[in-house]
């Protein structure tokens, strides 16, 4: 198998292939850059939708009349 002929190769091959491993490592950057980006936008999303539902407590609490209780008032003894 050795002694046989070998095929004849293109003259530009190793260039081609470096080019094209160029390719192929610039898609990948690419794309991890794109998914990056992608969840770093959900991540703000889910941090703006959190702070927007998250309950503000009330400055001073309210009167006891605006529960529907009304106030109790003792008297003195008679």
């Known amino acids: 198998m050795l002694a046989a002929p070998r095929p004849p190769v293109p ?13 192929v490592l610039h898609r990948r950057r690419l794309l991890r850059l794109a998914l990056c980006a992608v969840l770093l936008a959900a991540a703000v999303a889910l941090g703006v939708w959190v702070a927007a539902r998250w309950p ?23």
Not at 15 to 23: K, L, S, T, V
Not at 56 to 78: C, D, E, F, K, M
């Open 56 to 78: 503000t407590p009330p400055s001073a609490p309210p009167p006891l009349g605006s529960w529907g209780i009304a106030p109790v008032v003792t008297r003195g003894p008679r």
């Open 11 to 23: 003259a530009d091959l190793a260039d081609r292939a470096a080019a094209r491993g160029r390719r």
